[in-house]
């Protein structure tokens, strides 16, 4: 007598139905293809690759891949367009042993030893992006403008005098002017009220 061949169905542990015909060994879920077989090395490198590109993309401040002791092997577009901009001052950063926030913050690849992933932090450009709102905000004059751009980053009075183009007492002028529209007690509460006040 000629054997059936019998189709049943049973049910996985996870409760999802499976179609399994009979004394077969191979069981695929009901109404759909088998899927083609895993990636191999080349693909899974490819994966990986956009992987990380689109996690650097994520990061808002300028972000590199670093090979020690300071090769930069990938970054980000803001990370790009600062190298093209400052190319020096950003090799300076990623070779820098300095601790945040005075130098970057630097993230182990626990796979890639030699590796790190090295976010700078771009003051001169996130002070400029928060300036229009403060100034609007505290109602400040152009050059008041120009001082609280440069203190905000921790430029000494002197420093900003050199950049401004102007002396050392004018700059001292313009910080108490911005003391006293921003109710600011000190230099460094003026910086910090910078800093995290809504934007």
Do not use: Y
Not at 53 to 69: D, M, W, Y
Not at 168 to 189: G, I, M, N, Y
Request: contains cysteine; positive net charge.
């Amino acid at each position: 007598m000629a054997r059936r061949n019998t189709r049943r169905r049973s049910t996985s542990a996870s409760g999802d139905h499976r179609a399994v015909e009979g004394g077969g060994s191979h069981a695929v879920p009901a109404g759909t293809q088998p899927t083609a077989s895993t990636p191999d090395g080349a693909d899974l490198g490819r994966i990986a690759a956009s992987a990380l590109a689109a996690a650097l993309e994520a990061i808002p401040s300028p972000a590199f891949v670093v090979r020690q002791p300071g090769s930069v092997l990938q970054a980000n577009a803001r990370g790009r367009s600062l190298l093209a901009a400052e190319h020096e001052r950003v090799l300076s950063l990623l070779q820098s042993g300095s601790p945040p926030p005075r130098g970057p913050a630097r993230f182990a690849i626990p796979a890639a030893p030699d590796h790190q992933v090295v976010v700078v932090h771009d003051l001169a450009q996130d002070a400029r992006a928060r300036l229009a709102s403060v100034t609007l905000r505290w109602g400040l004059t152009p050059r008041q403008a120009a001082v609280l751009e440069l203190v905000a980053q921790g430029e000494s009075n002197r420093a900003v005098a050199a950049r401004l183009g102007c002396s050392e007492k004018t700059v001292e002028l313009h910080v108490s002017a911005l003391l006293a529209k921003t109710r600011c007690a000190s230099r460094s509460q003026l910086v910090a009220s910078f800093w995290t006040e809504p934007g």
